[in-house]
T-cell receptor, first 114, second 115 residues
Framework: GNSVTQMEGPVTLSEEAFLTINCTYT??????LFWYVQYPGEGLQLLLK???ADDKGSNKGFEATYRKETTSFHLEKGSVQVSDSAVYFC?????????????WGLGTSLAVNP | KAGVTQTPRYLIKTRGQQVTLSCSPI?????VSWYQQTPGQGLQFLFE???????NKGNFPGRFSGRQFSNSRSEMNVSTLELGDSALYLC??????????????FGPGTRLTVT
């Protein structure tokens, strides 16, 4: 079945540092890929998504490119802020049958220090 | 448009009791999913309802059950509570039930503590 593997945290960075959180997937067909963010004390929010190969999702300075050849959807941000401290989840939604449900990574905790 | 609401936000129960959590989805959303989130196990899928029918189910014991009403509101019930059921329970709603544009919108969660 489909699966998502996300780099383990916690990740600790200084403000203005470059961020990469790795996410790779295993899936049949042509899944959609998502990054969700969970700020302390809140539910998850959709951060960005990509629905086909080579699509780039972007939002709030974060970007991720759907790479079918490497089955990856790494999250990047050029300059992180303290307010980006949160837990980030990579997720996949398949396109047929039992694969249509969302499959989640374990989450990566990010702490940004001033 | 109002977001997903969950009630109550916090709950303390004793082992052996039962509990019912409620979720009101975004207006127009017909799919409601439930998740359990714990520090050790991460985000675990419980079940999904679409138009009052359970569409998908995770690997949880039968003590965990749910239902969806005709107005798309959903309830989740846990019977015979165990200490290990202490967790943040998240509800998410979406227009569709799975597929390529499957965007879920989450509520703030219900924090359940079992003592």
């Amino acid at each position: 079945g489909n699966s998502v593997t996300q780099m383990e945290g916690p990740v600790t960075l200084s403000e203005e540092a470059f961020l990469t959180i790795n996410c790779t997937y295993t899936a049949t067909g042509y899944p959609s890929l998502f990054w969700y963010v969970q700020y302390p004390g809140e539910g998850l929010q959709l951060l960005l998504k990509a629905t086909k190969a080579d699509d780039k999702g972007s939002n709030k300075g974060f970007e991720a490119t759907y790479r079918k050849e490497t089955t990856s959807f790494h999250l990047e941000k050029g300059s992180v802020q303290v307010s980006d401290s949160a837990v980030y989840f990579c997720a996949l939604s398949g396109d047929a049958g039992n694969n249509r449900k969302l499959i989640w990574g374990l989450g990566t905790s990010l702490a940004v220090n001033p | 448009k109002a977001g997903v609401t969950q009630t109550p936000r916090y709950l303390i129960k004793t082992r052996g009791q039962q509990v019912t959590l409620s979720c009101s989805p975004i207006s127009g959303h017909r799919s409601v999913s439930w998740y359990q989130q714990t520090p050790g196990q991460g985000l675990q899928f419980l079940f999904e309802y679409f138009s009052e029918t359970q569409r998908n189910k995770g690997n949880f014991p039968g003590r965990f059950s749910g239902r969806q009403f005709s107005n798309s509101r959903s309830e989740m019930n846990v019977s015979t509570l165990e200490l290990g059921d202490s967790a943040l329970y998240l509800c998410a709603s979406s227009l569709t039930a799975g597929g390529r544009n499957y965007e879920q919108y989450f509520g703030p969660g219900t924090r359940l503590t079992v003592t």
